[in-house]
């Protein structure tokens, strides 16, 4: 096992091929869906950034520094962060003989011990008004496998922005379902990280293609100071 601190920080090569924007440009005639978003009604949603998924990662580590910068504008702006953590659930016949029992248990535990807010990376900084909550599925919003769409109902959010880990996995699964329940969905290229770049970029185009935007964080981070 590679040690912490030999773990070098990483972005991945993100892109959306030209014939998915053409594609979208002569449907709607604009490339992107949202070209403009309501600070106060928008939550960043960042999903699984937790020691598990960072310890070894050098692309989970890459993305650090772009969340911390998306999550400082958008409080700033009167918006909403959201640490999404892996929760403990039940053991299942079906994860068992899916996974395997091990494998199965040591996903279980995946999200850690002990009060969230402690859970989450330790380069992270949590704001008191930050919104903390544990999944128990893939997906963030999933109904019955987390609270996360009633707390987002009760502070009138329309707007997610998924980042986190891992993006093929639990961070597409989001964007799915976000995009299901009626939310505008923007997914931040650089500011997800999977295993290798082809893993990203096939969820790219996927949620580009059906599920929502794709934005780099320079972009997001102009949409939310409103340029």
């Known amino acids: 096992m590679e040690p912490t601190s030999a773990v070098t920080p990483l972005l991945h ?4 091929e030209a014939r998915e924007y053409a594609r979208q440009e002569s449907r709607r005639g604009r490339r992107h869906a949202y070209e403009h978003l309501d600070p106060s009604r928008t939550a960043l949603v960042v999903v699984d950034m937790v020691p598990f998924f960072l310890e070894e990662s ?16 958008l409080r700033a702006a009167g918006g909403t962060v959201v640490w999404v953590l892996p929760g403990a659930g039940e053991p299942t016949v079906v994860s068992d003989e899916f ?23 330790r380069e ?44 093929n996995v639990c961070c597409e699964s989001s ?13 931040v290229a650089d500011a997800n990280a999977a295993r290798r770049d082809q893993d990203l970029n096939a969820t790219l185009h996927t949620v580009y ?14 949409l939310i100071a409103g340029n």
């Open 13 to 16: 090569h993100w892109h959306i």
């Open 58 to 73: 050098g692309h989970a580590r890459g993305i650090v520094p772009n969340i911390s910068s998306l999550a400082n504008a």
């Open 99 to 121: 996974l395997g029992p091990e494998i199965a248990r040591m996903f279980r535990a995946s999200g850690g011990e002990g009060p969230l807010r402690d859970r989450v990376w």
């Open 124 to 167: 992270f900084e949590i704001h008191d008004e930050d919104l903390l909550v544990e999944k128990t599925a893939a997906s963030a919003f999933f109904p019955g496998r987390c609270e996360l769409p009633s707390m987002l109902a009760d502070r009138g959010i329309d707007t997610v922005l998924i980042t986190g880990t891992v993006a």
């Open 175 to 187: 964007a799915r379902d976000a995009s299901t329940l009626g939310y505008r969905v923007i997914m």
């Open 209 to 222: 293609r059906t599920f929502g935007d794709v934005r780099p964080t320079s972009e997001v981070l102009e």
